[in-house]
């Protein structure tokens, strides 16, 4: 099943990149199948088997997610759009964007509201099926350590106060009604102006999606020594005025120094544990008494923590100037 996992990623893979460059030729689960060595029927049950829905809705949803941020970031036509995302007529596409959220592409470009969006799956993930590593290949890139000052900005969220961990965190919140992960996660990717946002799409800091944990005396106690909630959202400029949506927060995070811990790009398989164990033994490790900075752990301070392969992986703490 492992196996069957890594095949259907691979096809989740092609399917982003056909679609993004318009390629339809090869975007049908026979030119998939064939790919893989496999008969169309056989690829189809172990897609469905494995992703949970039929090949044709991932991919007619997909080509929708992708659609709506052209209506919302372009002046193109609909019909433009609609040929270039596959659709065979203006009204085709017209009625498929109304069924799946709720609005026309007309009423969407007047008022982008938060919709959600069909982000990414990822059937074969090593880290969250408990694989581990493929050996232990050293990073090239060592750990970049460093003081910034960044200004203030919005916090756009859900928290919880019981988890423990990322997968904890969504496990958590997979039982509360609307704030599941992939219900979130779409929401997150629909919203526009995110400040760490790459043009990716899904669970990742490319999609301008970070993890945060606030620090709080309600909050968890954690293996660093204070207490926070863990928290899922995005950074958004500090005069942002759109809808939040009902499931959500938001807070006004005010200009402040942090301490950056931050590793390169890796292989997300071969290195993201061992990557993470050497991050937080550098940031355990580090010597604030040979700076001017100490770590403020006061009610309402943020970290936030990237998570990229293509990019880093880091984390982001508040500190403060010791007195």
Same mark, same amino acid.
């Given at each position: 099943?492992?196996?069957?996992?890594?095949?259907?990623?691979?096809?989740?893979?092609?399917?982003?990149?056909?679609?993004?460059?318009?390629?339809?030729?090869?975007?049908?689960?026979?030119?998939?199948?064939?790919?893989?060595?496999?008969?169309?029927?056989?690829?189809?049950?172990?897609?469905?088997?494995?992703?949970?829905?039929?090949?044709?809705?991932?991919?007619?949803?997909?080509?929708?997610?992708?659609?709506?941020?052209?209506?919302?970031?372009?002046?193109? &036509?609909?019909?433009?759009?609609?040929?270039?995302?596959?659709?065979?007529?203006?009204?085709?596409?017209?009625?498929?964007?109304? &069924?799946?959220?709720?609005?026309?592409?007309?009423?969407?470009?007047?008022?982008?509201?938060?919709?959600?969006?069909?982000?990414?799956?990822?059937?074969?993930?090593?880290?969250?099926?408990?694989?581990?590593?493929?050996?232990?290949?050293? &990073?090239?890139?060592?750990?970049?350590?460093?003081?910034?000052? $960044?200004?203030?900005?919005?916090?756009?969220?859900?928290?919880?106060?019981? &988890?423990?961990?990322?997968?904890?965190?969504?496990?958590?919140?997979?039982?509360?009604?609307?704030?599941?992960?992939?219900?979130?996660?779409?929401?997150?990717?629909?919203?526009?102006?995110?400040?760490?946002?790459?043009?990716?799409?899904?669970?990742?800091?490319?999609?301008?999606?970070?993890?945060?944990?606030?620090?709080?005396?309600?909050?968890?106690?954690?293996?660093?020594?204070?207490?926070?909630?863990?928290?899922?959202?995005?950074?958004?400029?500090?005069?942002?005025?759109?809808?939040?949506?009902?499931?959500?927060?938001?807070?006004?995070?005010?200009?402040?120094?942090? $301490?950056?811990?931050?590793?390169?790009?890796?292989?997300?398989?071969?290195?993201?544990?061992?990557?993470?164990?050497?991050?937080?033994?550098?940031?355990?490790?580090?010597?604030?008494?040979?700076?001017?900075?100490?770590?403020?752990?006061?009610?309402?301070?943020?970290?936030?923590?990237?998570?990229?392969?293509?990019?880093?992986?880091?984390?982001?703490?508040?500190?403060?100037?010791?007195?």
């Amino acid at each position: 099943m492992f196996e069957w996992r890594r095949h259907v990623q691979l096809i989740v893979d092609e399917i982003d990149r056909c679609i993004m460059d318009r390629n339809d030729a090869e975007l049908t689960l026979r030119a998939l199948a064939r790919k893989m060595g496999y008969s169309e029927f056989h690829m189809t049950r172990k897609f469905k088997e494995i992703s949970g829905m039929p090949f044709r809705d991932y991919l007619r949803s997909r080509k929708l997610a992708f659609a709506l941020k052209e209506v919302r970031d372009s002046g193109r &036509s609909f019909l433009d759009i609609a040929f270039d995302y596959g659709f065979s007529s203006h009204e085709a596409f017209i009625r498929a964007f109304k &069924s799946t959220f709720g609005v026309t592409p007309g009423e969407y470009r007047k008022n982008p509201k938060p919709v959600v969006l069909r982000t990414k799956i990822n059937p074969f993930d090593r880290y969250f099926l408990g694989l581990g590593e493929i050996g232990m290949i050293q &990073s090239a890139d060592d750990i970049s350590i460093y003081f910034v000052t $960044i200004p203030a900005h919005k916090f756009l969220h859900i928290r919880n106060y019981e &988890s423990n961990g990322y997968w904890d965190f969504w496990q958590k919140q997979s039982l509360i009604p609307g704030q599941d992960c992939d219900t979130i996660c779409g929401l997150l990717d629909s919203i526009k102006g995110k400040l760490d946002d790459e043009g990716g799409s899904g669970q990742d800091s490319g999609s301008g999606q970070i993890m945060g944990y606030i620090i709080d005396p309600k909050g968890r106690m954690c293996d660093w020594g204070f207490r926070r909630i863990e928290c899922y959202g995005c950074r958004l400029p500090m005069d942002w005025q759109g809808e939040v949506p009902e499931q959500m927060l938001i807070m006004d995070v005010p200009e402040a120094e942090y $301490i950056v811990f931050e590793h390169g790009p890796f292989d997300y398989e071969q290195e993201n544990r061992s990557v993470e164990a050497k991050v937080e033994q550098a940031m355990a490790a580090f010597d604030y008494s040979a700076t001017e900075y100490e770590f403020d752990p006061s009610p309402g301070r943020i970290i936030y923590f990237y998570h990229d392969p293509d990019r880093f992986f880091k984390y982001v703490r508040p500190v403060r100037r010791r007195k």
